[in-house]
């Protein structure tokens, strides 16, 4: 059983700068051809002052960081029985390359299903920029499986 | 690419699908490195069949990023406001994933006219992988 005394605690901040090298290498692993993620030219023709971080991208930040591992290990969810159960986003602002991001995350919660079989746990995020503007939200669900 | 408009969209319209090749190894390690999750389990035969998995299979944001190509071409990112899925089923090598999503509901959220869509990829099989929705801002 993960130990509930967890729920309420925060993160260190995970700092990610937006770098135009690793957007270019993450639109190539997903497949993405839209040139807005790898031409800086058709990104500003866009209206974007450089590359803008894809959608999902920021998820990065803890994973970068050793935040996520370090979580784990605390939490005692081995990578062997770690599965994603949901996550989520809202967007106040682009991040482009150029920015560096700040992911502040919390455990906001941790219950299990199936009389204990499935844990999951779910920690919300803000990810500021530079400018202490707000980016994105995000919310993750980890499960664990027993 | 010309972006819908939010007068010209109506509630049961289809976004254009996006069908992705077979999974194999290699894109697992490549998305391995640019997302930075490097877990074992999506890369490292050995370390899966030990978890007790018949072999590596893909990392969940894979498919998650895959449905944000979905939407970003059909919207321009900017103007996507919020994105959430459940991961409802592992995708194994050899899966070939279809992407789609259609428009569900035309509403005003914080001022905006915005219209939100639901998203699903499947393998070939027909078997859901994830499920989710957007809320896409339109002009």
């Given at each position: 059983?993960?130990?509930?005394?967890?729920?309420?605690?925060?993160?260190?901040?995970?700092?990610?700068?937006?770098?135009?090298?690793?957007?270019?290498?993450?639109?190539?692993?997903?497949?993405?051809?839209?040139?807005?993620?790898?031409?800086?030219?058709?990104?500003r023709d866009a209206g974007y002052p450089d590359l803008p971080?894809?959608?999902?991208?920021?998820?990065?930040?803890?994973?970068?960081?050793?935040?996520?591992?370090?979580?784990?290990?605390?939490?005692?969810?081995?990578?062997?029985?770690?599965?994603?159960?949901?996550?989520?986003?809202?967007?106040?602002?682009?991040?482009?390359?150029?920015?560096t991001v700040t992911v502040r995350s919390t455990i906001t919660?941790?219950?299990?299903?199936?009389?204990?079989?499935?844990?999951?746990?779910?920690?919300?995020?803000?990810?500021?920029?530079?400018?202490?503007?707000?980016?994105?939200?995000?919310?993750?669900?980890?499960?664990?499986?027993? | 690419?010309?972006?819908?408009?939010?007068?010209?969209?109506?509630?049961?319209?289809?976004?254009?699908?996006?069908?992705?090749?077979?999974?194999?190894?290699?894109?697992?390690?490549?998305?391995?490195?640019?997302?930075?999750?490097?877990?074992?389990?999506?890369?490292?035969?050995?370390?899966?069949?030990?978890?007790?998995?018949?072999?590596?299979?893909?990392?969940?944001?894979?498919?998650?990023?895959?449905?944000?190509?979905?939407?970003?071409?059909?919207?321009?990112?900017?103007?996507?406001?919020?994105?959430?899925?459940?991961?409802?089923?592992?995708?194994?090598?050899?899966?070939?994933?279809?992407?789609?999503?259609?428009?569900?509901?035309?509403?005003e959220h914080e001022g905006e006219r915005c219209v939100r869509?639901?998203?699903?990829?499947?393998?070939?099989?027909?078997?859901?992988?994830?499920?989710?929705?957007?809320?896409?801002?339109?002009?």
């Amino acid at each position: 059983m993960i130990d509930r005394k967890w729920i309420g605690h925060e993160l260190p901040a995970s700092v990610l700068p937006i770098e135009r090298s690793r957007l270019q290498f993450f639109a190539k692993a997903i497949g993405e051809t839209d040139p807005v993620y790898t031409d800086a030219a058709a990104a500003r023709d866009a209206g974007y002052p450089d590359l803008p971080a894809p959608p999902t991208f920021l998820f990065a930040a803890e994973l970068d960081s050793g935040a996520s591992d370090r979580l784990l290990a605390g939490l005692g969810i081995p990578l062997s029985k770690l599965l994603h159960g949901e996550q989520g986003f809202s967007y106040h602002r682009p991040a482009c390359v150029g920015d560096t991001v700040t992911v502040r995350s919390t455990i906001t919660d941790i219950y299990d299903k199936k009389n204990g079989a499935l844990e999951f746990v779910v920690k919300t995020s803000r990810a500021t920029n530079q400018r202490d503007e707000l980016v994105a939200e995000l919310r993750s669900v980890i499960v664990c499986r027993h | 690419m010309t972006a819908p408009t939010y007068d010209a969209v109506n509630v049961g319209d289809e976004l254009p699908a996006l069908q992705l090749p077979p999974v194999n190894r290699t894109t697992l390690a490549l998305f391995a490195g640019a997302s930075g999750d490097h877990n074992p389990i999506h890369i490292d035969t050995d370390f899966a069949r030990k978890s007790g998995m018949p072999d590596v299979f893909a990392q969940g944001m894979l498919g998650m990023a895959w449905l944000g190509r979905l939407l970003t071409q059909w919207a321009p990112q900017s103007q996507l406001r919020r994105f959430d899925v459940r991961f409802q089923g592992i995708t194994h090598l050899g899966h070939a994933v279809r992407c789609g999503g259609r428009v569900v509901e035309k509403l005003e959220h914080e001022g905006e006219r915005c219209v939100r869509v639901e998203v699903h990829s499947a393998n070939q099989y027909g078997q859901t992988r994830i499920a989710g929705e957007a809320l896409i801002a339109l002009r």
